[in-house]
């Protein structure tokens, strides 16, 4: 592997990349300016970059690298469909050994009767497809006029033009002229920042109430679905109060519209159980999936429905005109299968939920004895951490988002990589990760929140600031 890690010097490739490569979610001006860090190789848990820096991944890359770098297994089955069939297509009536392996596992693992995908490159083109395949059901139910999804503030659910639609960003929706008409947003369930005096508990109900009264502004004969992640993962690892589901899944009930779980991020165990469906105690019509379906080796996502939707697409709904050129990739689809054996056999999922998941959750949950931390929550292997100036109050900060890049910066320098939203702290690491590597991991998040601190206090920014 020689030939891999012969690379130019990393100032040279900074250079080139400055030059000749936009990145997503990223100010060009400010990153040409610091040169990217380039990562080269991985493996377990760790990165390994340019200079030859070890990192520790607090992030599985984007939440994706279930099973952790350097699986060869992956590598191999990926050369050998490639040398079989690198690719045919899934229109036209044809299909594939690959695929049709892949969706009948995918069968198996989801919970209740979820029982066909249709595949796709990722999350965003698979909410992109809910978003037509809803509207095509109701309509092939002869109820034209059901085309509303509501969805929440703060969600994330991809960066197409639909996707980012049913996403509650108010960033993304400012570029571009989004969200599409036919999309609604409720509150999230963020109980440390809205939930006020109300205990977890009676938060819960009311965020979750808001989807009915959703529902009867704009007439139930008009809404087609609800959307929500079970955790919301990139708004900030929102973790809901015990309540919530259930009285969403009441509402759900109590009314004719679809229930979609996004699950590309609490799929494929990282909650503790295969699906945040099962850990939250929820019954999806369709359930979006990506990242963690292949650990990231391949891009592949899908929607994956339930008999009573996929009754209507054989019976009544004659041809869906929807489709990607890559759904259900051979290479990408064999990829998936050989993770979801390492999954399975090695009983990944299995060993979060009963060791490794609440492990990190009571090291995680000291992390809110540190002076700079208001809560510590967690769910599985997804954590946050509110950092605040002023404990009691759950305070933001008077300049808010300026305390959130100053620990990401020290926790970088310290060998970790832990995302920032806003001023919480998130991590999100690979399921494999080791209770020798979560202590490592709580001691150079303990090591960055001092020095952030320090600098914070130093520069003046401990000020409180108001909602
Ligand atoms: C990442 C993500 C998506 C988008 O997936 P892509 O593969 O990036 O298109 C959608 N939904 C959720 C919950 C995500 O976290």
């Not at 809910?130 to 059901?146: D, F, T």
């Not at 050989?338 to 992390?367: C, F, K, M, S």
Request: one cysteine or more; proline letters at 6%; a negative charge.
């Amino acid at each position: 592997m020689d030939h891999l890690s012969n690379h130019p010097e990393t100032a040279e490739m900074q250079e080139t990349d400055a030059a000749h490569h936009l990145h997503p979610f990223t100010d060009t001006a400010a990153l040409n300016e610091k040169g990217a860090r380039i990562i080269t190789s991985a493996k377990g848990v760790m990165l390994r970059d340019s200079d030859g820096r070890q990192v520790l991944d607090g992030m599985a890359g984007l939440w994706c690298v279930n099973i952790g770098y350097g699986r060869n297994e992956l590598a191999d089955v990926a050369a050998r469909q490639m040398r079989e069939l690198p690719y045919y297509n899934t229109f036209f009536q044809t299909s594939h050994p690959a695929v049709i392996k892949l969706a009948e596992r995918i069968a198996q693992l989801t919970p209740g009767d979820l029982n066909r995908t249709f595949f796709s490159c990722g999350g965003s083109d698979a909410n992109d497809t809910n978003i037509r395949l809803v509207r095509h059901y109701w309509a092939s139910l002869g109820k034209p006029e059901k085309t509303v999804i509501i969805s929440r503030t703060n969600a994330y659910h991809g960066s197409a033009i639909g996707s980012a639609s049913l996403g509650g960003m108010s960033a993304m929706h400012a570029q571009g002229g989004l969200p599409i008409p036919g999309i609604s947003h409720i509150a999230q369930p963020y109980w440390y920042a809205d939930g006020g005096d109300l205990s977890p508990e009676e938060y819960g109900l009311v965020a979750a109430r808001a989807l009915e009264a959703e529902i009867e502004r704009l007439g139930e004969a008009n809404v087609a679905a609800f959307i929500a992640e079970p955790v919301q993962g990139a708004g900030g690892v929102i973790v809901p109060p015990s309540t919530y589901w259930p009285e969403i899944q009441r509402i759900c009930d109590a009314h004719e519209i679809l229930l979609i779980a996004d699950e590309v991020i609490t799929g494929f165990g990282r909650t503790g159980n295969w699906f945040g469906c099962q850990t939250y105690g929820i019954r999806p019509d369709i359930m979006t999936i990506a990242k963690g379906l292949s650990s990231g080796y391949q891009p592949i996502g899908g929607s994956v429905v339930s008999e009573k939707v996929a009754a209507v697409f054989a019976q009544t709904g004659g041809e869906f005109a929807h489709g990607y050129t890559y759904s259900g990739h051979p290479v990408a689809a064999a990829v998936a299968l050989e993770n979801l054996r390492i999954l399975d056999e090695e009983h990944i999922v299995e060993t979060v939920g009963a060791d490794t998941g609440p492990y990190l959750e009571q090291r995680w949950a000291g992390l809110a004895d540190h002076p700079l931390v208001g809560q510590a929550r967690s769910s599985g292997m997804m954590a946050a951490i509110e950092m605040t100036p002023d404990k009691s109050a759950r305070a933001p900060f008077e300049t808010p988002g300026s305390i959130g890049p100053i620990c990401r910066d020290f926790c970088i320098e310290n060998g970790l990589v832990m995302r920032h939203v806003g001023d919480k702290m998130i991590i999100a690491p690979p399921l494999v990760i080791s209770r020798d590597e979560i202590d490592q991991l709580i001691e150079k998040a303990v090591k960055s929140l001092d020095q952030t601190l320090a600098a914070a206090t130093e520069q003046g920014l401990m000020k409180p600031g108001t909602r």
